[in-house]
């Protein structure tokens, strides 16, 4: 089956560590994006990546870093510096990049103490 | 810039009501709009979309109408079942009002459906 992985489920970490996120999809999509969903909030951007090698800062992209060396990959790292890391955060990807028709992975809730 | 309202949840409903959701926009230029749904513990799934005015995007029961001149995207299903109950976002693209394309959320309703 075709579809976006995200492991793993639940991360906890302490404060100062920085902490990777991964994120895999297999549907052959150009483009991947990073989401922020906080309790009672919309979703915000934190990078996207068109083609490999490539990626560009979204809406909140302070205090995090990503890595596009593959097509089927695009790991996030929360760094120490993101201020308040602990969140739920969702992985999408799509045919092309901006596409509305965007795919989601099950997300990763990031606690950090 | 570009954003979206979606009325504040949570909405609790008996299974069977009828169904509204309330969305409203602001975008430049002619955006696409979406209704995005999110059950317990999982990511976001396309529920429906449309992308130009008086469109209507229709998936599973449910039914939204692209209403430019009211700038509205409201999702609404005749009869609810239990199995509903999840977050519901609306979203808008556009590559103006400086959003690039990006889909823009509005901040979820939560709707739990009783039996």
């Known amino acids: 089956d075709g579809g976006i992985t995200q492991s793993p489920k639940y991360l906890f970490r302490k404060e100062g560590q920085n902490v990777t996120l991964s994120c895999e999809q297999n549907?052959?999509?150009?483009?991947m994006y990073w989401y922020r969903q906080d309790p009672g909030q919309g979703l915000r951007l934190i990078y996207y990546s068109q083609i490999v090698n490539d990626f560009q800062k979204g809406d909140i992209a302070e205090g995090y870093s990503v890595s596009r060396e593959k097509k089927e990959s695009f790991p996030l790292t929360v760094t120490s510096a993101q201020k308040n890391p602990t969140a739920f955060y969702l992985c999408?990807?799509?045919?092309?990049?901006?596409?509305?028709?965007?795919?989601f992975g099950p997300g990763t809730r990031l606690t950090v103490t | 810039g570009n954003s979206v309202t979606q009325m504040e949840g949570p909405v609790t409903l008996s299974e069977e009501a009828f169904l509204t959701i309330n969305c409203t926009y602001t975008a430049t230029g002619y955006p696409s709009l979406f209704w995005y749904v999110q059950y317990p513990g999982e990511g976001l799934q396309l529920l429906l979309k449309?992308?130009?005015?008086?469109d209507k995007g229709s998936n599973k029961g449910f039914e939204a109408t692209y209403r430019k001149e009211t700038t509205s995207f409201h999702l609404e299903k005749g009869s609810v079942q239990v199995s509903d109950s999840a977050v519901y976002f609306c979203?808008?693209?556009?590559?103006?009002?400086?959003?690039?394309?990006?889909?823009?959320f509005g901040k979820g309703t939560k709707l739990s459906v009783k039996p």
């Open positions: 549907l052959n999509h150009d483009a």
């Open positions: 449309a992308t130009k005015a008086d």
């Open positions: 999408a990807s799509s045919a092309v990049l901006l596409s509305y028709e965007q795919y």
């Open positions: 979203a808008l693209s556009s590559y103006y009002g400086g959003s690039q394309g990006n889909l823009i």
